[in-house]
C-alpha cells in the first residue's frame, strides 16, 4: 500500500496549482478535485436543493480516489481529499443553511463509515495565503466556484478543528503566498519525507 499525501486548505489558496506543480516530478500519482466533470457541481452552483447530492457525491469520488492511489505504484497526492470534503466543504454548507441537520448527519455518517475502511493520510499539506491572495485567485478562475471569498476565514476554521485532531507529525504547513508558481520549496521538502517516512 503507497503512502497518501493530502493537500489542504480553503478554495483559492493554491491546491491545484501545487499538486501540478508537483505532478511535474513524475515522483507521484495524483487525484484533483474535479469540478465540470461532476454531475451535481453545476446543478449545485444553479440551485441548493442538490447540496446534498453533491457532497455525497465527492465523498464518494473522494473514497474512489483513495482507494486507487493507495493500490498506484507511485505515492499518492490528493489536491483537496476526503477529509477536507467533509470537515471543510460538508461543514460550511451546514453552516450556511445549504443542508439541513439531518442531510449533515447522513453526510457524517457516510464519511465516518468511509474513514473506517480506508486508513486517513500519511501526511497532511496544508496551504495558507493573505485573503487578498485567494480573493484574486477565485476571481481569475474560469471554474465552478462553490465556496465564495467570504467562506475562505471560515473554511480555515473548520480546517484548524479538524487538524486539532491530527498528530503534528503527520502535518506540513506551507504559506503559499510565499512559494513560486512552482512551489520549489515546497517540492524539495516531501521527497525528503518520503524517503525518511
Not at 516530478?25 to 484533483?32: L, Q, Y
Not at 457525491?57 to 477529509?83: C, H, S
Not at 445549504?98 to 480506508?118: A, V
Not at 479538524?162 to 507529525?169: A, D, F, H, N
Request: charged share 25%; aromatic share 8%; hydrophobic share 40%.
Amino acid at each position: 500500500m503507497q503512502k497518501l499525501i493530502s493537500v489542504v486548505g480553503a478554495s483559492g489558496v493554491g491546491k491545484t496549482t501545487f499538486v501540478n506543480a508537483l505532478a511535474k516530478t513524475g515522483n507521484f500519482a495524483t487525484a484533483f478535485e474535479q469540478h465540470d466533470e461532476r454531475p451535481f457541481q453545476s446543478l449545485f452552483k444553479q440551485d441548493k436543493k442538490y447540496a446534498l447530492a453533491n457532497q455525497l457525491d465527492y465523498l464518494l469520488l473522494r473514497a474512489e480516489q483513495e482507494k486507487q492511489l493507495r493500490a498506484a505504484n507511485k505515492t499518492g497526492l490528493m489536491d483537496g481529499g476526503l477529509d477536507l470534503d467533509f470537515h471543510g466543504f460538508t461543514r460550511l454548507f451546514r453552516h450556511r443553511g445549504l443542508l439541513t441537520n439531518s442531510e449533515f448527519d447522513l453526510c457524517l455518517r457516510l464519511y465516518t463509515l468511509l474513514r473506517e475502511l480506508l486508513p486517513p493520510p500519511d501526511l497532511i499539506v496544508v496551504l495558507s495565503a493573505p485573503q487578498k491572495i485567494i480573493e484574486g485567485r477565485l476571481a481569475s478562475r474560469r471554474r465552478i466556484n462553490i465556496a465564495s471569498v467570504k467562506d475562505a476565514e471560515l473554511m480555515d476554521g473548520f480546517i484548524h478543528e479538524w487538524l486539532g485532531s491530527v498528530s503534528e507529525e503527520k502535518i506540513l504547513r506551507i504559506d503559499a503566498s510565499a512559494e513560486d508558481e512552482d512551489y520549489t520549496s515546497a517540492a524539495s521538502q516531501l521527497p525528503e519525507w518520503i524517503r525518511s517516512g
